[in-house]
């Protein structure tokens, strides 16, 4: 199991820039894989940025360029750096983790933050 805790929303302009925490409550190394998910009023949870313990990661088109997906190893965190921000990326942003034991996987979710992009 790994607790997460996601901490950096809040209200930005257009343009502006957030980096969001997530501290997971045990290493990172040992977590196949953490991402980034985020749920806009009415809308599904879908999926930010990944990054595999192998240090692969991959974006959402609409983020690409934009938003950057990085660990702490020694702080057991996980970044996600988002500049230039559009008021389209409002939404709460939820830190995930995924562990594999075996043939099944298992997610595990942050509280989730709030991100407002408004003038």
């Known amino acids: 199991q790994v607790q997460l805790v996601d901490t950096g929303g809040g209200l930005v302009q257009p343009g502006g820039s957030l980096r969001l925490s997530c501290a997971a409550s045990?290493?990172?190394?040992?977590?196949?894989?953490m991402g980034w998910y985020r749920q806009a009023p009415g809308k599904e949870r879908d999926l930010v940025a990944a990054i595999t313990s192998g240090s692969r990661s991959n974006y959402a088109d609409s983020v690409k360029g934009r938003f950057t997906i990085s660990t702490d190893n020694a702080k057991n965190t996980v970044y996600l750096q988002m500049n230039n921000l559009k008021p389209e990326d409002t939404a709460v942003y939820y830190c995930?983790?995924?562990?594999?034991?075996?043939?099944?996987?298992?997610?595990?979710w942050g509280q989730g933050t709030q991100v407002t992009v408004s003038s």
């Open positions: 995930n983790a995924r562990i594999l034991t075996g043939a099944t996987s298992r997610d595990y």
């Open positions: 045990r290493s990172i190394f040992s977590i196949n894989a």
